[in-house]
């Protein structure tokens, strides 16, 4: 008997200018957790932040090493929202990212699928922010 398919998307790699910056950002600003931070030689981390309390993907900020990667950085989907943050408290997790310093480039709208406001990253990257209903 075959095992049923059941695949993760694991983790996403986010290209950074710098590593302590963006994980300041993602730990103080939005909240994440810092799973790993592991030297990997010649100035290379393993440095992976993961929204609280989710088994779901996890980032790895993964550091720009030529010019055409630091290009990408904050513009890895050519403008649009990139990432998609779940919450079960819009209100709760927006009052919080704002009074953090994080800067919201709309108001909270209600959609028909949930409560959504975009967001940039330290970089310029968009995200929504939503709460399903």
Known sequence: MSKP???DIATIALVVADYDDAIEFYTQKLSFTLIEDT??????RWVL????NTTGTHLLLAKAKNDEQLAA???????????FLNTNDFWRDYEQMKANGVNF???PRKENYA???VFEDLYGNKWDLLERF
């Open 105 to 107: 480039l709309e108001q």
């Open 49 to 52: 932040v993961k929204p609280q």
């Open 115 to 117: 409560t959504v406001a």
């Open 5 to 7: 398919i059941r695949q």
């Open 73 to 83: 950085v904050g513009n890895q989907a050519g403008g649009r929202v990139m990432l």
């Open 39 to 44: 030297a990997m030689g010649d100035g290379k």
